[in-house]
C-alpha cells in the first residue's frame, strides 16, 4: 500500500499533537500524575497481625501468615521464620511446625531439615494487609461450590 504525499504530510503534522494529548491526559488509577511522570508511591496498609490461623479457599492452598514479617530475614545464611516454625521450636514457640512436605527433595526422598526448594517462605506464603478489593471479582471457595448451601 502506498503513502499519498498529502496523507504522509497530514501524518507528519497530527502525530506531535496526539504525543502532546497523551502526555497531558491522565489515568484513573494514577491520580492527578500526568502518565509521562512518576507519582509518589502510595502507602501501603498496615500488615495483619492476629495471629489467628486463616481457613484456606481451596486444598493445597498455603497457609497465609497471620502475623507482621517486616524484618524478617530469609537469604541463604539465615530464615528467620524457621526460628519459630522449625520442628525443633515449635514447643517453646507454641507455632505450627512446616508442612512435612517441606522436608521432600525432588526426588520424594525425606531430609532431615527443610529443602532448599522450599526454604524460602515467602514464595509461597504471604502476609496479609487490611485492604479492599483492586478488581471486583467472583470468586468462590472450593467449600461453597461442592456444597451451595455452605457459602449462605
Do not use: W
Amino acid at each position: 500500500m502506498k503513502l499519498r504525499p498529502l496523507t504522509l504530510l497530514l501524518l507528519a503534522l497530527l502525530m506531535p499533537a496526539g504525543f502532546v494529548f497523551a502526555a497531558a491526559g491522565t489515568d484513573a488509577l494514577r491520580g492527578a500524575t500526568p502518565i509521562p511522570q512518576q507519582g509518589p508511591a502510595p502507602v501501603l496498609a498496615p500488615e495483619r497481625n492476629t495471629d489467628q490461623r486463616e481457613v484456606r479457599n481451596y486444598p493445597e492452598q498455603p497457609p497465609v501468615i497471620p502475623h507482621k514479617i517486616e524484618d524478617y530475614t530469609i537469604d541463604l545464611r539465615s530464615n528467620k521464620c524457621l526460628s519459630c516454625h522449625a520442628r525443633a521450636r515449635t514447643g517453646e514457640s507454641q507455632a505450627p511446625m512446616v508442612s512435612i512436605t517441606h522436608f521432600m527433595d525432588r526426588d520424594g526422598q525425606f531430609r532431615a531439615s527443610v529443602t532448599p526448594r522450599r526454604y524460602f517462605c515467602t514464595q509461597c506464603h504471604v502476609p496479609q494487609r487490611d485492604v479492599s478489593d483492586l478488581v471486583k471479582n467472583g470468586f468462590v471457595d472450593s467449600d461453597s461450590l461442592i456444597s451451595p448451601t455452605k457459602g449462605k
